[in-house]
T-cell receptor, first 114, second 113 residues
C-alpha cells in the first residue's frame, strides 16, 4: 500500500477564516512533507517533518502552521490567508528504500482563498 | 546549483513512442525520479534510477541516464491516451540532513489519435 490520503479535496475560505488541511499515511514512513503547487508549476516544498519533529521550514509565512500529531498524521493549519495562497496543497511521505528517499504524494487539496 | 530543465510540451500519436528529456545540474544527485501528474491529481511516482546506472526498464517505461552530460530521459513505448499528463523530472539534493527533491518545470504530454 503506497497511499497517502488528504482531506478535504477542495476548500474555499475567506481571508479571515481558520481552516485545516489533513494528511494521513499508514506506510510506516517517518518523514512527511507539505508542498504548494501553483497552476502549471512544479511543487514547491513548504515543510518537512522527520520523526514527528519539524526539520525544514522553507521560509513559509506564519499564516501557515504545520502540525504532526503522530507518525501517521500531518496537518496544515491556515489562518488569515491571502488570495495568492490559492493553490494545490500536496502532502507526501517518504521511506528510505535502498538508499533512495522515495516520496509518495497524496492527491492534494485544492484551496481557493477569496 | 539547483536547476532541472525540461521541454514544456510534447505531442505524439497514439501507439508511437514518447521521449521526454531532462537535464539536471547537481552531479552529486544519488537518485533521479520521474513523476506523472494527471489533471487535478497529485504526483504519481513512475520510476527512479540510481546514479550509477545507465538504464532502467519497467514495462513500457525506459529510463536512460547519461551522467557525464547530466541528461535523463523517459521513453514511453506504445503511448496511450491514458498517458496524457504532465511528467516531472526530479533530482535529489542533500540539504539540511535530508534529500530535497528539485523538480523540473514539467513536460505536458498530449497523445492524439
Amino acid at each position: 500500500d503506497t497511499e497517502v490520503t488528504q482531506t478535504p479535496k477542495h476548500l474555499v475560505m475567506g481571508m479571515t477564516n481558520k481552516k485545516s488541511l489533513k494528511c494521513e499515511q499508514h506506510m510506516g514512513h517517518r518523514a512527511m512533507y507539505w508542498y504548494k503547487q501553483k497552476a502549471k508549476k512544479p511543487p514547491e516544498l513548504m515543510f518537512v517533518y522527520s520523526y514527528e519533529k519539524l526539520s525544514i521550514n522553507e521560509s513559509v509565512p506564519s499564516r501557515f502552521s504545520p502540525e504532526c500529531p503522530n507518525s501517521s498524521l500531518l496537518n496544515l493549519h491556515l489562518h488569515a490567508l491571502q488570495p495568492e495562497d490559492s493553490a494545490l496543497y500536496l502532502c507526501a511521505s517518504s521511506q528510505v528504500f535502498a538508499g533512495a528517499e522515495t516520496q509518495y504524494f497524496g492527491p492534494g487539496t485544492r484551496l481557493l482563498v477569496l | 546549483g539547483e536547476d532541472v530543465e525540461q521541454s514544456l510540451f510534447l505531442s505524439v500519436r497514439e501507439g508511437d513512442s514518447s521521449v521526454i528529456n531532462c537535464t539536471y545540474t547537481d552531479s552529486s544527485s544519488t537518485y533521479l525520479y520521474w513523476y506523472k501528474q494527471e489533471p487535478g491529481a497529485g504526483l504519481q511516482l513512475l520510476t527512479y534510477i540510481f546514479s550509477n546506472m545507465d538504464m532502467k526498464q519497467d514495462q513500457r517505461l525506459t529510463v536512460l541516464l547519461n551522467k557525464k552530460d547530466k541528461h535523463l530521459s523517459l521513453r514511453i513505448a506504445d503511448t496511450q491516451t491514458g498517458d496524457s499528463a504532465i511528467y516531472f523530472c526530479a533530482e535529489t539534493l542533500f540539504s539540511g540532513g535530508y534529500n530535497k527533491l528539485i523538480f523540473g518545470a514539467g513536460t505536458r504530454l498530449a497523445v492524439h489519435p
